[in-house]
Nanobody
């Protein structure tokens, strides 16, 4: 089992920034990749960003340039730096870990006010 705990969500004005964190614990060996999805009200969950164990990153096209994913291997933590936030970024952000199957955190709510 892999346990994921997200933090850093909250309310921010449009144009502001937030940094999300996801701490992994448990059977964290052989995790291939970690990353973030988000789900806005009434919408499907969508990929935000991924970072592999080797440090390769991938982003949703619409978020490139505003969001940055990084990881601290020593702390088993993944971060998502979100800049120039827009009201349409409002969503629950879920951390995931790919260890042959996906493990999910419970999510953290990001609300961007206009």
């Amino acid at each position: 089992q892999v346990h994921l705990v997200e933090s850093g969500g909250g309310l921010v004005q449009a144009g502001g920034s937030l940094r999300l964190s996801c701490a992994a614990s448990g059977s964290i060996f052989s995790i291939n990749a970690m990353g973030w999805y988000r789900q806005a009200p009434g919408k499907q969950r969508e990929l935000v960003a991924t970072i592999t164990s080797g440090g390769r990153t991938n982003y949703a096209d619409s978020l490139k340039g505003r969001f940055t994913i990084s990881r601290d291997n020593a702390e088993n933590t993944v971060f998502l730096q979100m800049n120039s936030l827009k009201p349409e970024d409002t969503a629950v952000y879920y951390c995931y870990a790919d260890r042959g199957r996906y493990y999910w955190g419970k999510g953290t709510l990001v609300t961007v006010s206009s």
